[in-house]
């Protein structure tokens, strides 16, 4: 008797926690948790420091960026764990959460870099580009350019070294010189757009996938993409848009659907390299069509830098790539310490760095290759554990470049209910929330710049969503089959 009156107990409160809450509160409570991430911002506008600021300053910028994250995790909390508006209440969702999402954007464009001189650089390299030399040949400090030294060159970094930005990311900043020379508010605005109809976008995969459009807050309002794209200006903003544009147009099986995917995807290629590992999460049997128009892109973005360098291509990107910095993934992190610990050689460590990242990113490919082909993994889900693999060996994990991970983990997380809907929520699931962790808590990392020891970040930061990561990871090799969309 007491087994059937708990089962009862059950059966009502899970009936309970099913009944739908007014769609007018959930309205009101989005209403007001982003009116006090809003006045949470206002800080940040007041007296703002600069990247030349000293430590205390920045760290009291973070102190009061990491405060806007509250709200928007009580309204992430919210949307995932009541049951989707329909209707009128939905439009209205869907209107307060990417308005929203634009003016939490506008307000802070006004300010210039704090963190980060990265985007003084994409003016310079547009100046170069547009007086007929080829920013992959000359350094910002070749003799060429004596004349040209003004506040973008006084705020740029790297002034030896040709850039590294590919021909996709040169053609937003090209635009931007075009629209407005040498005025940075302007060529944020233009990522600011990017980012919101990134927004957009993934509110339309999230229906398309039969899931809540209101989910696509977990992107459109969280702080980690406002802060670096609408103050800092990275450039990871259109990349982040065209890897979810790709992913939408991925659905289409048409000749002239495979071409769009492939563009989308040479466009996201071009403007940040990583986007390049979707192939394998996107590509059908005998795609040829989308594979051809992805390489044709790629040549047409950079033909006309060769032109332009009469035949030279040079950039920084493999010596960037391969520098050991305190932020460095796993293969570098255990290389540095073997170095610092036990008496191998140089050459020998890098050897096993090297084994060690063909062994991870191999596997992780090999693994989402087999379950593709097996119909046990979801392109979204494939995306998300091929780029988690990058970054688990990238030499550089900076706060801007986790952004791509948000988009993704919102088309995954799926609690309370644990749904069989073909992304594995039960397993890949777990994974998608430690990829949101890390995204939200790389933040964290500006309190260490100045800082010679990192332990402490990374057990925050790193250690936890990685032992989560791999976890979930060998899970799904042995889960037994469901069928999924293709």
């Not at 459109?220 to 993409?225: D, G, K, V």
């Not at 900076?398 to 791509?404: I, K, S």
């Not at 983990?409 to 890949?428: H, M, V, W």
Request: glycine share 6%; net charge positive; hydrophobic share 55%.
């Amino acid at each position: 008797m007491v087994r059937l009156a708990r089962e009862a107990e059950q059966r009502e409160a899970s009936r309970l926690a099913a009944l739908p809450l007014p769609s007018g509160w959930r309205l009101a409570m989005l209403a007001l948790l982003w009116l006090v991430q809003a006045l949470l911002q206002v800080p940040l506008l007041i007296a703002p420091p600069s990247t030349s600021s000293p430590a205390p300053l920045i760290n009291a910028f973070v102190w009061r960026w990491l405060l806007t994250f509250l709200p928007y995790l009580l309204a992430c909390l919210l949307v995932y764990m009541s049951p989707p508006l329909t209707g009128r209440a939905r439009s209205l969702e869907l209107a307060l959460l990417l308005g929203g999402a634009l003016v939490l954007r506008l307000m802070l464009l006004p300010l210039s870099p704090v963190l980060s001189p990265d985007a003084w650089r994409y003016l310079w390299d547009a100046r170069v580009t547009l007086l007929g030399y080829s920013p992959y040949v000359y350094a910002p400090g070749d003799p060429h350019f004596i004349q040209l030294r003004d506040f973008v060159f006084a705020n740029s970094r790297y002034r030896n070294v040709p850039t590294l930005y590919p021909p996709g990311a040169q053609l937003f900043f090209l635009l931007s010189y075009l629209l407005a020379p040498s005025n940075l508010t302007v060529l944020k605005g233009i990522f600011v757009g990017c980012d919101w109809l990134t927004c957009a976008a993934l509110a339309w995969l999230l229906q398309r996938r039969g899931k809540d459009a209101g989910r696509c807050v977990l992107y459109a309002w969280c702080p980690l993409p406002i802060v670096e794209f609408a103050i800092q200006g990275h450039v990871d903003a259109p990349a982040v848009l065209f890897t979810v544009l790709t992913l939408l147009a991925a659905d289409q099986a048409s000749r002239r659907g495979r071409a769009v995917t492939g563009f989308l995807l040479g466009m996201a290629t071009l403007v940040r390299l990583y986007p390049a590992l979707l192939l394998l999460a996107i590509a059908r049997r005998r795609d040829w069509l989308l594979l051809i128009v992805w390489l044709v892109t790629l040549v047409a973005g950079y033909l006309p830098y060769l032109i332009l360098g009469h035949g030279e291509l040079q950039s920084p990107f493999e010596s960037y790539a391969g520098s050991y910095t305190p932020n460095a993934g796993l293969p570098q992190q255990l290389s540095h310490w073997l170095g610092l610990h036990t008496p191998l050689g140089a050459a020998l460590l890098h050897w096993l760095e090297e084994i060690l990242m063909g062994m991870i990113m191999g596997g992780t490919a090999l693994m989402v290759v087999w379950l593709r082909w097996r119909q046990r993994l979801s392109r979204e889900a494939a995306s998300l554990l091929l780029i988690s693999a990058l970054f688990v060996v990238s030499a550089h994990i900076f706060p801007w470049y986790t952004t791509v991970l948000v988009p993704l983990a919102a088309t995954l997380l799926n609690f309370p209910e644990q749904k069989k809907d073909g992304s594995g929520p039960q397993l890949i699931g777990p994974a998608a929330l430690w990829a949101w962790y890390f995204a939200c808590a790389t933040p964290l990392a500006y309190f260490f710049m100045y800082a010679r020891d990192w332990t402490l970040y990374y057990a925050l930061v790193y250690w936890p969503p990685l032992l989560g990561l791999a976890q979930a990871t060998l899970a799904s090799l042995c889960r037994p089959r469901a069928g999924t969309r293709s």
